[in-house]
């Protein structure tokens, strides 16, 4: 686990922020003194309930609204005084594509890219097309984008976000609403994205996803960021949860609470704890001592709702 440091002067990372503060008109501090560090090349997870100030700072990042203190740089560059300049650089997909129902798929990216200055005419319909096949909308680019599933309406936003190469990409919660059908797909797009050599930024209030995807962290909670760090160090710095499963609950519960297991949770025949320190093979042998009938033993590898829940001693889906 890493404590949440910044490294402020690290040019490589491609968005870095140093005391990043919003709040808004009513008082409200959405994002407090935010410190972070992406690396180039990672898939970033920008974790936390909803609430905890995860799209305010993705606003900021991008130049859509004005930090009340503190800088944000994006690929190097100030933001938002460099927008001009850096935005073509980057693509982003933030709640929700704006799209023309009446338009096929196609037709809307044609409009996209259209509106870009910086496009060539001439090269467009190829760009189109290769966004298409990117994404795999293809067979469908023909249909109107208003007969779309969710799931589609989101791959063609993230097509428009790659007609021009990306340094960068940044996805505002890309899965919200889609059934699992639709997550696996997007999750599976967002993996081949960063294969590429895109460095993915997104945000996500679901711990799994973060965990399947994504090769570093940071950890909001109401608006302060609790921890960043890559996914594995963060797993691995957590102590994982004891799990015993035995017909002999009650008796069991009885020995590791005398043996220091604390927090200890049971659930029909499998009780769950924080292990105390010391050697397991000695707390095994004491409830075998104890004549409890043991079936499966061992410490399963923290996640990263266990690290949420060690960092704020709250759980994870609190309304901020
Ligand atoms: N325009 C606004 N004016 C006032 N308060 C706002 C505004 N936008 C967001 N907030 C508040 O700021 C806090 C952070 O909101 P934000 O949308 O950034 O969180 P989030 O982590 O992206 O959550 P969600 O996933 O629900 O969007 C919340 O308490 C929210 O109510």
Known sequence: MTEPTAAPEDDSAVISTQGLTKRYRGGQLAVDALDLSVPRGSVFGFLGPNGSGKTTTIRMLLGLIEPSGGTARLLG???????????????????????????????????YDAADPTADPRTRAARVETALERVGLAAAA????????????QRLGLAAALLQPRELLVLDEPTNGLDPQGMREIRALVRELAGDGSTVFLSSHLLDEIEQVCTHTAVMHRGRLVTQGTVAEMSAGARGRLAVTTPDPGEAARVLKERGVSDLVTDGEELTGDPPPGDLAELNAALVRAGVRVRAFGVRRASLEDVFVS???EGFDVAG
């Open 77 to 111: 560059e100030p933001m938002p005084g460099s927008a001009r300049r850096v935005l073509p650089r980057v693509g982003a997909l933030i709640e929700g594509p704006a799209l023309y129902g009446f338009l096929s798929g196609r037709e809307n990216l044609l409009r």
């Open 142 to 153: 023909g249909k109107k984008a208003r007969a779309y599933s969710l799931g589609m309406k």
């Open 311 to 313: 960092l704020t001693g």
